[in-house]
């Protein structure tokens, strides 16, 4: 958490605590009717409702705090992709592996800035739960597969992010050296799907014979055709 912030959380959260205390000491005085109802027990209820509201200041404190450390006034570049945003923090942890290092996720804000912490929070777990990256006991992340053997389709498949049809970035948002080589293999992909899709649904509706008798064909040849492994077994 960032001083600033607790500074302002702290402050707030310490400002409500005094009056809230003042607020129910006025509200004890001038409320009698606990100790006609209670009588020496009157202690117990109003104990607990001073716990209640304190922790409820403490909590909404906390979550102030969370708030000024999550929104970033400041963001830049929020039209990209979740695809994109997961391709950049591999990224800069697969150059950090090179030195055998990793990276907090306060570092990783800091060299994305148009990354806003809550998003990256949201990224850096779809890229654990892939098993693609893992995290250490000093809370930096590091990278747990190799990249060498890693295909933009293996990628494609692992993360639960649709794979975008465009790769459009906002204006201040600088691209990297492979952002036009992926931009190109995207449009390349989309001019191809669009080729193939071609077919009206009522062409294809009314021709499931001519695919059933091609799966037939297939399936006939290959079972005409044994395998290698299949002719040496006695």
Known sequence: VPIRHAVVGGLIAALLFEAAKRGFA??????????????????????????YISWMIVLLGAELVRGLSSYDFHRRGVDAPPYYWGLRLLQQLWGEQQSGRGLSQAQLVQRLPGLSSLLLGRYLSELKRASLITIHDRGQFLLCCDLHRLTVEQFTQKVSWPLPNQLVLAEDEPATHWTPLLAQQLQELQEFRSERLQSSLAQLFSEPLLAADEGANVDRINTEQPSKAGELKP
Request: aromatic fraction near 24%; charged fraction near 0%; hydrophobic fraction near 65%.
């Open 26 to 51: 006025l509200f004890v005085s001038l409320s009698p009717s606990y100790q006609l109802i209670y009588g020496a027990f009157a202690a117990v209820p109003l104990f607990l409702v001073w716990v």
